[in-house]
């Protein structure tokens, strides 16, 4: 019989070696590979759940409040048909092209559950992949910050008709649904369920809507709906508890007096912000910071206080508020950052050391129609 130690080094053997691992398949993780693989650096991508998993449960049609130019990757075009900005099914098949025009090695429904550094050489790092271990010189955590629908920490908001999402609309038609929140997320759910003939109630904690929180082409639909009683509005108050009958809201009026509300509905959506998973960044003891939680960084390399670790994207703002600051739009400079630093640190190779068969780029065909296109 073995020692266990023994068992516990050969666990560790790697089924793949590679120069850099890099988690979240996301436009960021896919933006990132491509820039490290164009210079020679052998990266690989997993993405625990489909490609671009953040914008996969977007609900259906949902459209970028950032227009395409500033959205798209990797110097590829993103057109759209109408040329309004893009929805989520455009861009999932926008990435989707990316990923097949550049041979992007991204191996989805592949949750990394342990980063870890060698015993015998803290300057490489272990992933363990479900049961498989890849060995890297580094790792890029380019994870996002949008992994779990925020919590009312109420009573009931487990129950199975209470739901963090906004899901294909279809299925609240004729159906008596409140929505919590009263920002993008909560407007956009709340016009949208209307359209499709659900009786909608909006319930949120501030005297009125904030203006700078909601797209500019929603916030006159919205204010014409809650004007005509469309759909009706509960503001200055907050969820107490739901039930499987009803949900229990305390109210605060005009006079500063508090209410009691008991009122009966079929769906409830608690569409209030989103929570980033944080178990990699403690994992590895790396430093956080307020607000958010954010990791600590360097903002010249993007590397972590451990040395290797690196966070691209939206990683890097934690959870956010309500007054986001960090974009996929600001943050396609990460990929240089990374990329610049590896390759000073020796990894990959130099442009005048590639071989232009070897350099991965952009098929001659696209290439050409970039470089006829000033504005590209």
């Known amino acids: 019989m073995k020692p266990s130690a023994q068992i516990e080094a050969e666990s560790h053997e790697p089924n793949r070696v590679c120069d850099v691992v890099i988690v979240g398949g ?3 993780g896919i933006e990132t590979a491509i820039e490290m693989r164009r210079h020679g650096i052998d990266a690989q991508v997993f993405e625990a759940g489909p490609l671009g998993h953040t914008i996969s449960w977007w609900a259906p049609q949902t459209r970028w409040f950032s227009s395409n130019d500033r959205i798209a990757i990797a110097g590829v075009p993103l057109y759209t048909v109408d040329q309004a900005k893009a929805s989520r099914e455009e861009y999932l098949t926008y990435l989707r092209s990316v990923v097949d025009l550049f041979q992007v090695p991204v191996q989805t429904f592949s949750k990394v559950q342990t980063i870890e550094s060698r015993p015998d050489d803290p300057r490489r790092w272990q992933v363990r992949v479900q049961s498989k271990w890849i060995e890297a010189s580094a790792v890029v ?7 779990h629908a925020a919590k009312l920490k109420v009573p009931g908001e487990n129950l199975p008709h209470v739901d963090g999402y906004l899901r294909e609309v279809h299925q609240y038609h004729n159906r008596r649904v409140l929505i919590v929140g009263g920002r993008n997320s909560a407007v956009e759910a709340a016009i949208r369920l209307h359209r499709v003939g659900a009786k909608v109630t909006l319930s949120y904690r501030g005297e009125e809507l904030p203006t700078a929180s909601i797209k500019y082409w929603l916030r006159p639909e919205i204010d014409g709906l809650i004007r005509s009683k469309a759909i009706e509005t509960l503001f200055q108050s907050r969820v107490t508890q739901i039930t499987a009958e009803r949900v229990d809201l305390e109210q605060t009026l005009p006079d500063g007096r508090t209410h009691s509300l008991h009122m009966p509905f079929d769906d409830v959506l608690t569409l209030i912000g989103y929570d980033q998973d944080k ?8 430093q956080m910071e307020d607000p958010g939680d954010k990791p600590v960084f360097n903002e010249e390399t993007m590397e972590t206080e451990r040395p290797g670790i690196y966070v691209a994207g939206t990683a890097v703002g934690g959870t956010q508020s309500s007054k986001y600051q ?4 600001n943050c396609h400079v990460h990929a240089k950052k990374i990329t610049r630093h590896l390759l000073d640190g020796g990894l990959g190779k130099s442009d005048a050391e590639l071989k232009p068969e070897k350099k991965q780029s952009a098929p001659k065909s696209l290439s050409k129609q970039i470089e006829m296109n000033p504005e590209s």
């Open 141 to 147: 955590l380019a994870i996002g910050g949008t992994d």
């Open 326 to 329: 960090v974009f996929l739009e």
């Open 26 to 28: 996301g436009p960021i």
């Open 279 to 286: 178990t990699l960044f403690k994992q590895l003891g790396i």
